[in-house]
């Protein structure tokens, strides 16, 4: 799971079905360990599946994303000792909810009941 920072306001828009959101305010940006990686195209398997298509990823060129080496679903805290001073919030959204992120305010996204699928807009 990578959480993801956002570098201009949005807006989240629920359709179906219940998603779970997990949010960090950006004073815990030295808290999440954030990296680089080499921006390559994602493929996607149904339900929620994504994987880097490898191949793109020399294609791409230089070209980079940032994402945070922590892993919310199982935090290693050995690893990452100064994640336990984040302040996460969790929400579930229901269909027809929609929730305003602020730039710089870092988050993940997934389905309710189904495994964290990373999403950016």
């Not at 302040?87 to 929730?99: A, C, K, Y």
Request: aromatic share 12%; charged share 20%; proline share 8%.
């Amino acid at each position: 799971m990578s959480t993801l920072l956002p570098l201009v306001d949005m807006i989240l828009s629920v359709t179906r079905p219940t998603l779970q959101v997990v949010l960090f305010p950006p004073s815990d940006l030295p808290f999440l360990y954030y990296r680089s990686r080499t921006k390559g195209a994602l493929k996607y398997s149904f339900p929620s599946h994504f994987t880097r298509d490898m191949d793109s990823v020399s294609a791409s060129g230089r070209k980079v994303v940032f994402g945070s080496s922590v892993s919310l679903d199982k935090a290693d805290l050995v690893r990452h000792p100064k994640y336990r001073y984040a302040t996460p919030t969790r929400v579930l959204l229901e269909p027809g909810d929609v929730l305003y992120l602020p730039a710089f305010w870092h988050h993940e996204v997934g389905w309710k009941g189904v495994d964290m699928a990373k999403i950016t807009a």
